[in-house]
């Protein structure tokens, strides 16, 4: 279940915000990508940990941006990210403890695929209105 960026869809109109989201989507293709096709598990660990890293780094500028628009959703935002942060770490220790496995794949279709369709529809579009709203000034 790969992830297809389209703009009309997903962008919310902040250059920096959809840059990351691209950017994202296009690592947690390459991780599905790693693992159907069974690249070994230090691979498998670097893309993981790529991954968490931008996560990390995007939740915090996404974070900043809600904040500097007054987002009404910017504390439903945050809960979110630490939501997926933990869940992700889990993942991470699953992939510790099992490996590539078919569990393994579907816990990332669901965990970061599903999530990520479902948190940019549901939250960080919102930023779409709050830009579209905000004084120009
Ligand atoms: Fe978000
Ligand atoms: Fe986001």
């Known amino acids: 279940m790969a992830l297809v960026w389209k703009d009309e869809k997903y962008a919310t109109g902040i250059q920096e915000v959809d840059d990351q989201h691209r950017e994202v ?8 990508s790693a ?12 893309r993981l940990d790529i991954l968490a890293d931008h996560a990390v780094r995007h939740f915090e500028c996404e974070e900043g941006h809600m904040d500097r628009l007054q987002c009404p959703v910017r504390v439903t935002n945050k ?39 479902k948190h940019l529809m549901a939250i960080d579009l919102v930023l779409r209105r709050s830009t579209s709203s905000a004084d120009p000034s």
């Open 35 to 46: 693992l159907e096709s069974g690249e070994s598990r230090q691979k498998i660990t670097e």
């Open 79 to 117: 809960c979110a990210h630490e939501c997926f942060l933990r869940d992700f770490a889990d993942l991470r220790e699953l992939f510790d403890e099992q490996g590539n496995n078919p569990r393994f794949v579907s816990e990332v279709e669901e965990k970061v695929c599903g999530w990520l369709h």
């Open 25 to 32: 989507f296009v690592l947690v293709n390459e991780l599905l």
